[in-house]
């Protein structure tokens, strides 16, 4: 993985940022001048009850989405005109919701297209970052498996060992956890927090709070396409706007 990390006790550098980003899709508005800062190294969640704008927010971030307003920076670059592959080689990297590996290849396939065409490395490097997101994903056993053999929790390891071999200064997790027990949701918790002690910075939108909450230190709430609340995970989620936008819709 890239060098990503920042001295201790000084203040995270900001590595991706939205300043007052807005999303419509007709007279749909997703997206409402959103403004959010990522600092170098951070682990931040993102909450919210569904049809909030997290997803789209994360569309707009990765580059699959441009945004209405607003502007979108990468490491003090304006990304706002870069597409999705751009900002990849650049080193942001995202997983879906519903992982969308390439069924009829191989484990290891599916990481080398990522690394060689995702990443744009060389054929040494590509081999090294595949075998790193394997080690580190803990999918060395099933590296020749076909994807489309692959259990729900191993095609969940599979979508974050893809974007791992792009080699990411940061990572954005959509609902990784989502549709897992707790034991294998925890499995995924133990492999998050040793991407991020490799130095990459990490975003993760979870409705499984309560598994969130072992590796983020900052949590932001959205509605209705808003950030709500900004700061410690315990703090927003005792925030009374937090609560009446989550009442009834998530167990903590």
């Given amino acids: 993985m890239r060098d990503a990390t920042t001295t201790a006790g000084s203040p995270a550098a ?14 749909l508005q997703v997206l409402d001048g959103v403004s959010l800062g990522i600092g170098r190294g951070e682990a931040v969640g993102i909450v919210g009850p569904n049809g909030a704008g997290k997803t ?8 699959a989405y441009p945004p209405s307003e607003g502007r979108v ?14 900002r990849c080689r650049l ?17 290891f396939e599916n990481l080398h297209v990522a690394a060689s065409v995702g990443a744009a490395a060389p054929a040494q490097r ?13 999918m060395l056993d099933v590296a020749n498996r076909r994807a489309d053999t692959l259990g729900l929790l191993d095609r969940k390891r599979l979508e974050m060992a893809r ?18 027990t707790d034991a294998e949701a925890q499995e995924l918790v133990d492999i998050i927090r040793q991407i991020r002690a490799a130095g990459v910075t990490i975003v993760w939108i979870e409705h499984i709070v309560h598994v969130l909450l072992q590796v983020v230190q900052r949590l932001v709430c959205m509605e ?10 315990h703090t927003v989620m005792q925030d009374p706007a937090v609560i009446e936008a989550y009442l009834g819709s998530v167990s903590l």
């Fill in 126 to 138: 590509a081999q090294e970052l595949c075998l790193q997101s394997l080690r580190l994903c803990g």
């Fill in 91 to 107: 080193g942001v990297a995202r997983s879906h919701q519903v992982p969308r590996p390439f069924g009829g290849m191989t484990v």
């Fill in 73 to 86: 920076s990468f490491d003090g670059r304006d990304v706002t005109a870069l597409d999705a592959a751009a």
């Fill in 163 to 180: 974007a791992l071999a792009t080699d990411p200064q940061i990572l954005l997790l959509d609902e990784i956890g989502g549709g897992l």
């Fill in 224 to 233: 209705s396409g808003r950030i709500i609340a900004d700061g410690d995970p």
């Fill in 56 to 63: 789209t927010l994360f569309n707009v971030l990765s580059g």
């Fill in 14 to 27: 900001p590595i991706l940022a939205a300043e007052g980003v807005s999303k419509s899709f007709g007279a």
